[in-house]
């Protein structure tokens, strides 16, 4: 790394319950420390990481670095995507499924190291809408779980807040079915998740075969909504096991386009990355290595 190269550190103060604001000084003194010019940008609300990515671009700052948690990096991607600048992840916040996926250290002081000593390679992103994800976009249970926690339940929790708050909104909303289309396969069913990455979260993975970097999104689709299939699917996703159950399509696709099947009513959520993002119908499209990201 050149001495001196610019980067803006954008972080959300209160990420993590604010638990790592202590620490935002130390981790900003360390990539200082590495090198690093570093001009300080902290987020005042939902949204804001978007307009700051896309302001520390505009400015011409070599490196953008997401400070925080999913939500956090979540934000700065869909401010940078397709702009050429590279990206660094510290993680602080409650889940880094982003970081696990590329493994970038989850200890801020060795995620600054690699900040400054990683190199960049150029990954695939997923459009869900104009909503840009690294992950995942997810219609259905998933969506109604992240729309109804907690945010307290989360820290708490974390992991676990997932698995309490689903069986909470699973008894509590009524499902409509979903028609799943794309040139590869037309599915109907209930829970759908298109995937660019193999983590789901924590020890998931939904969509286990999913490359970052092969120009095409992993859509799994569960086909039936009874509190057994439904229990039995999550816990196969554990071991990846699910892909073999009757109940689970499963295909790559460029686009995939989600709507309600015929027939059916009612509102379907969709999030991205952990992340609300809207509701069907909404098209999905795979970015081609549209986000360059520093990794080990």
Request: glycine content about 12%; some cysteine; proline content about 5%.
């Amino acid at each position: 790394m050149s001495a001196g190269r610019r980067l803006a550190a954008i972080f959300n103060p209160v990420s993590a319950g604010g638990r790592f604001k202590k620490d935002l000084p130390l981790i900003v003194g360390s990539l200082r420390g590495l090198g690093f010019e570093v001009h300080e940008m902290p987020t005042e609300a939902t949204g804001h990481a978007i307009e700051l990515a896309r302001e520390a671009v505009a400015r011409g700052y070599e490196t953008v670095c997401a400070i925080g948690g999913d939500g956090t990096v979540n934000e700065v991607v869909n401010g940078i995507a397709g702009s050429g600048a590279t990206f660094a992840i510290i993680p602080t916040g409650t889940v880094n499924v982003l970081a696990m996926e590329l493994g970038i250290p989850l200890d801020p002081p060795d995620a600054c190291q690699l900040a400054a000593q990683g190199h960049a390679i150029d990954i695939d992103l997923g459009r869900a809408g104009d909503r840009y994800f690294a992950l995942m976009a997810g219609a259905g249970l998933d969506a109604a779980v992240i729309s109804a926690m907690n945010p307290a339940l989360k820290r708490a929790l974390k992991e676990a807040a997932f698995a309490i708050q689903g069986v909470a909104s699973y008894f509590a909303g009524d499902f409509p079915r979903m028609l799943v289309a794309a040139e590869e396969a037309s599915v109907e069913g209930y829970f759908v998740v298109v995937g660019n990455s193999s983590n789901y979260g924590g020890a998931f993975g939904i969509t286990p075969v999913a490359d970052m970097r092969d120009g095409l999104l992993d859509v799994c689709v569960l086909t039936d909504k009874s509190f057994l299939q439904m229990s039995y699917y999550w816990l196969a996703a554990l071991v990846s096991s699910h892909l073999k159950h009757p109940k689970v399509e499963y295909f790559r696709t460029e686009r995939v386009d989600l709507s309600l099947a015929p027939g059916e009513e009612g509102e379907v959520l969709v999030q991205t990355d952990g992340e609300m993002a809207g509701r069907l119908p909404l098209t999905i499209e795979v970015a081609p290595l549209a986000l360059n990201v520093i990794t080990p």
